[in-house]
């Protein structure tokens, strides 16, 4: 679990028979001060956690090694291009993996973007492949498809749900001529078919 105010990722233990939920020893991942983690997504494999620093426009590869109870924080990239400077009005909201393991992409609000990166597993380190533009104005969430050919990003700010194609070779998106008008989207989900 994210604590903002702490930069502390906050590790618990769940009963699954009792549905008992109890803190950890260790207790957290200490992510850097002030950058304010917000969304936490765990690979597939249960073995590494990406988390979004909400204030200092970052993302932080934390290795989790869940049977050896061993968390450890690994690396942090920042989700704007070299040399841009974090402003007062910027701020990251949503952090995914994409289902082949390969990329990770951070939403960036005031900036907006949606910041992709590659992710090499062996150093557990992240690098940046580039800004996901369009007609996005606040991105506070997005969503890849379950076959990772797809991101859909609400556009808070533009009212609408604005559809993507992912180049799985680069990571990058393109944005579609399809969109959905919504008021004010915040969340994107998949549904499983019936």
């Not at 291009?81 to 009005?89: R, S, T």
Request: with cysteine; hydrophobic share 35%.
């Amino acid at each position: 679990m994210n604590d903002l105010g702490l930069d502390k990722v906050l590790i618990y233990k769940l009963d699954p028979k009792t549905g008992e939920i109890k803190p950890n020893d260790p207790a957290f991942v200490k992510l850097p001060d002030r950058s304010g983690p917000r969304h936490i997504h765990i690979a597939p494999g249960n073995d590494v956690a990406f988390v979004n620093g909400e204030i200092d426009m970052s993302v932080h590869v934390i290795k989790m090694d869940v049977k050896g109870n061993k968390f450890e924080l690994m690396s942090s990239a920042s989700t704007l291009p070299e040399g841009e400077k974090v402003v007062p009005a910027f701020s990251t909201a949503e952090c995914r993996i994409h289902p082949n393991g390969k990329f990770v992409y951070v939403s960036n609000r005031g900036y907006n973007t949606v910041a992709a990166f590659s992710f090499d597993k062996e150093k557990m380190k992240l690098t940046q492949v580039g800004q996901i533009k369009g007609d996005i104005k606040t991105p506070r969430n997005f969503n890849i498809s379950p076959d990772g050919k797809w991101m859909l990003i609400a556009s808070q700010d533009g009212g609408k749900v604005g559809v993507y194609a992912i180049d799985e070779k680069t990571g990058m998106a393109k944005e579609t001529d399809s969109s959905v008008k919504v008021g004010g989207p915040v969340c994107v989900k998949f549904l499983a078919k019936p």
